[in-house]
């Protein structure tokens, strides 16, 4: 009885860890949004550089990769929290193991992530935008 009674400990401890990681890098997330955001809008703004739009890809790029892999990261911690959750009260297996690689092959792939619903649609359209104001920088 004890045994469960520790790996329950044991169990709680894992999850708020693995909680405040997962908040961790959805905070990262927040802030890579709105640091891209930022310098595509200061590369647009740019004056007196012709190559201005093309500088604008750059930040979007890093950023939307970085995006990507704190998304792969946080997917693989969810993993890891559903097998806490599943398995610590019948094991004592990976105790305090907070290496979530191990559920890699479990997750969909960095550039898979990046072309998401939610991660294509934000940095898509930023590009877009990006785009369109090329355009208009032609025309003018």
């Given at each position: 009885?004890?045994?469960?009674?520790?790996?329950?400990?044991?169990?709680?401890?894992?999850?708020?860890?693995?909680?405040?990681?997962?908040?961790?890098?959805?905070?990262?997330?927040?802030?890579?949004?709105?640091?891209?955001?930022?310098?595509?809008?200061?590369?647009?703004?740019?004056?007196?550089?012709?190559?201005?739009?093309?500088?604008?890809?750059?930040?979007?790029?890093?950023?939307?990769?970085?995006?990507?892999?704190?998304?792969?990261?946080?997917?693989m911690y969810r993993k890891l929290y559903e097998w806490v959750i599943n398995n610590r009260?019948?094991?004592?297996?990976?105790?305090?193991?907070?290496?979530?690689?191990?559920?890699?092959?479990?997750?969909?792939?960095?550039?898979?992530?990046?072309?998401?619903?939610?991660?294509?649609?934000?940095?898509?359209s930023i590009a877009i935008l990006i785009l369109i104001y090329s355009v208009f920088l032609?025309?003018?």
């Open positions: 009885m004890e045994d469960v009674e520790d790996l329950r400990e044991y169990m709680f401890k894992e999850i708020d860890i693995i909680q405040d990681i997962i908040k961790r890098m959805a905070f990262n997330s927040f802030l890579i949004k709105g640091w891209a955001v930022t310098l595509v809008v200061v590369a647009l703004l740019l004056k007196g550089i012709e190559s201005q739009v093309w500088i604008a890809f750059i930040p979007l790029l890093v950023f939307w990769f970085l995006d990507a892999y704190f998304l792969w990261q946080e997917r009260l019948k094991t004592s297996d990976y105790l305090l193991d907070m290496n979530a690689y191990r559920f890699k092959s479990e997750v969909q792939s960095r550039l898979r992530i990046m072309f998401s619903i939610t991660l294509g649609w934000f940095y898509g032609l025309l003018a």
